[in-house]
């Protein structure tokens, strides 16, 4: 930061503080995000329309996990990641871009990380089981702000986040 | 607007402002190292927060809660009295702003039509709320961690859950995710502490069960809607379209400058075009916005400034030309008061028309009227609609809001006439309210499929189990 943009930064009531989100396909991984020190979400059942995989990586040990949302382990888990972990990061680096995403995981990433495979590829991961509870039940709370009705009546407090384009 | 206005805005800065905004920061500089611990620059930058508001209704309070606060008691009740007088300060900066700009655009503005409405009962989503905002200020920014911004889920939750608080839950929500973002917060070279201060005191004066309008004041208002622009905003799970347009009262009348806003709960995954699938239950207003249509309104209820928009009671007319809007009424047309607890410089959105200006590229635009020069908010251009840096670089004319914000004026582009390819072209906002008609841009939204609508069906099929 430049003394000029620190100085705005203690000044302004409005900024851009996050970056929006990127705009991605939603279809076949519906939920991503970086929580909980983990890089989780929900990857849709290419066969069956009723079922979702629950994919993690944690942050630092690169611990990961596939299982359904009932705790069946994924049988794509022969040792390495599965396609499911690796949707998930495709699509995490797309929402977040390579950086935010290899930062918070603790990856050291160079030049000519694109894919969630180049990434796993910089890490040393290894499967370790975690409940999918916690990432489907946030998966569900995700959900659950589209069932919130429109407003007609103004929210003033939005002044303070204006829309912008993710460049500028 | 004029040459000689710009010059105006920037030479007749009001009396105080400078003052009062440096009170401000030493009450912001407070709430950044935490209320938990107040050490001597603490007590003073509290003790001239109370100096500032001594000779008014609040000066006791104030300064009673400044007392309790420096001798090491901070209670909820404390708090809650100096976000109160923090708010009080930045509300009389917005309306000394808003008198100096209504001096020069020559604007009419109807006060604030009487006494708000009696304050509601405060419910449990508020007392949470209230409770995880005074952790807060107890904590500090530097000090706040992952787990202190998890403790805001609860109340966002509650608060949603609830009509009356759905303002307190958009705010928390957003606070809390920047806040999430940016842990930890005293690594940061600089944080965003007038901003964040700004979004804690709202979150306060919310949670007092405060009266969220003027219920007694309500009007019921018909007559022909012109549009003149529109304002977007958004934050990773709230969205709001804001129409700016000059209502012409049915059997004549001055016209009046009115808002029409709407707004929707989304995801961080929803964003540019597809935020306008959000709204099934306004296809009047969307089809409005799309072709900068006027909209004839019955019975319309009206707040100060602020029409809540009913779908049914709206007929869509005939296409305008909002820079002929602008150009033919805004002058004349008369403005409405903020309602009072919504007053902060960041609540000035004062819709004006520029023409016969230069955009000039210096790092950021900025618009040249005969050598003054007013700067373009870029980061204002929103992904769901036409408007690009390009085009607003390439405007022979503009039609924006005014705003402030760090000591200065700045413009707002709602919608730009611009020159390309030898073509004269207009892009709006609103444009792609009713679909994208750039076939490149059309083009890649359809690729990438309708979020809104795969995510729907995911709820559909796995909330309800």
């Known amino acids: 930061m430049t ?9 302004r009531s409005v900024l851009r503080v996050v970056p929006p989100a990127r705009a991605r396909k939603l279809a076949k991984v519906p939920f991503v995000e970086l929580a909980d020190g983990r890089l989780q979400g929900v990857v849709s059942s290419g066969s069956d329309i009723e079922r979702v995989y629950v994919s993690s990586v944690a942050a630092g040990t690169h611990a990961y996990h596939c299982s359904t949302n009932n705790n069946r382990p994924c049988g794509g888990l022969r040792g390495n990641p599965c396609k499911h972990l690796h949707a998930l990061a495709d699509e995490a680096i797309i929402q977040y871009g390579v950086e935010p995403v290899a930062r918070y995981l603790r990856v050291d990433v160079g030049d000519g990380v694109d894919t969630g495979a180049e990434l796993f590829a910089r890490m040393d991961p290894r499967h370790e089981p975690s409940p999918a509870a916690v ?30 384009a993710a460049v500028g | 607007m004029l040459a000689h206005q710009v010059t105006r805005l920037r030479t007749d800065v009001p009396a105080g402002l400078t003052e009062a905004l440096d009170v401000v920061a030493g009450f912001d500089a407070v709430l950044t190292r935490g209320f938990a611990r107040i050490g001597e620059e603490d007590a003073a930058a509290l003790a001239a927060l109370a100096d500032a508001v001594a000779g008014t209704p609040l000066g006791a309070r104030v300064a009673e809660a400044v007392g309790k606060v420096t001798a090491g008691s901070v209670a909820e009740e404390h708090l809650a009295v100096l976000a109160g007088a923090r708010s009080a300060l930045l509300g009389a900066a ?62 966002v ?27 930890p917060v005293a690594a940061m070279p600089q944080a965003p502490v007038r901003r964040w201060a700004d979004l804690w005191a709202r979150g306060m004066l919310l949670t007092q069960g405060a009266p969220a309008g003027p219920a007694a004041d309500v009007e019921l208002v018909s007559g022909r809607l012109l549009p003149l622009g529109v304002d977007v905003h958004e934050h990773d799970t709230a969205v709001q379209v804001g129409l700016h347009a000059v209502l012409e009262p049915a059997g004549g009348g001055t016209p009046r400058l009115v808002r029409a806003t709407v707004g929707a709960a989304k995801v961080a995954t929803i964003v540019g075009p597809a935020i306008w699938r959000l709204f099934p239950g306004q296809p009047t207003l969307l089809r409005a916005l799309a072709g900068r249509r006027a909209v004839t309104v019955t019975d319309l209820p009206l707040h100060g400034g602020d029409l809540r928009w009913d779908d049914t009671r709206a007929e869509l007319g005939e296409p305008t030309d909002p820079f002929a ?38 790092g ?16 204002r251009l929103p992904a769901s609609g036409p408007l690009t ?26 919608g730009v006439r611009f020159t390309s390819k030898r073509q004269v072209a207009e892009a709006h906002n609103g444009d792609w309210a009713d679909g994208v008609t750039d076939p490149k841009i059309a083009k890649a939204d359809a690729k990438a499929g309708d979020a809104v609508a795969v995510l729907r069906e995911r709820a559909g099929r796995l909330l309800r189990r």
């Open chain 2, 364 to 379: 950021g635009l900025v618009l040249d009227l005969d050598g003054e020069r007013v700067p373009v908010t870029v980061d």
């Open chain 2, 325 to 362: 809007t602008a150009r033919v009424l805004l002058a004349s047309a008369t403005a409405a008061s903020t309602p009072p607890l919504d007053r902060h410089p960041a609540a000035i959105a004062e819709p004006v028309l520029v023409e016969g200006a230069a955009v000039r590229d210096d």
């Open chain 2, 157 to 183: 939750e509650d608060a949603l859950a609830e009509p009356g608080s759905r303002r307190l839950a958009v705010l928390l929500d957003g606070l809390a995710a920047e806040l999430r973002a940016c842990v």
């Open chain 2, 94 to 155: 917005h309306d000394a702003l808003l008198g100096q700009l209504d001096g020069v655009l020559g604007r009419d503005r109807s006060p604030w039509p009487g006494a708000a409405a009696g304050a509601t009962e405060v419910s449990p989503a508020r007392l949470a709320a209230r409770a995880w905002l005074h952790e807060v200020a107890l904590t500090g920014w530097r000090g706040v961690d992952h787990e202190l911004v998890s403790g805001a889920a609860a109340p």
């Open chain 1, 3 to 11: 003394e000029a943009v620190e100085a705005s930064w203690r000044r």
């Open chain 1, 135 to 164: 990432v489907f039940s946030r998966f569900l709370h995700h959900l659950a702000y589209l069932e919130v009705p429109e407003s007609t009546a103004p929210l003033p407090e939005l002044q303070w986040f204006p829309a912008s």
């Open chain 2, 389 to 414: 840096r390009g085009r607003v670089a390439a405007a022979t004319a503009c039609l924006g809001l005014l705003r402030w914000d760090d000591g200065r004026w700045l413009l707002q582009p709602l």
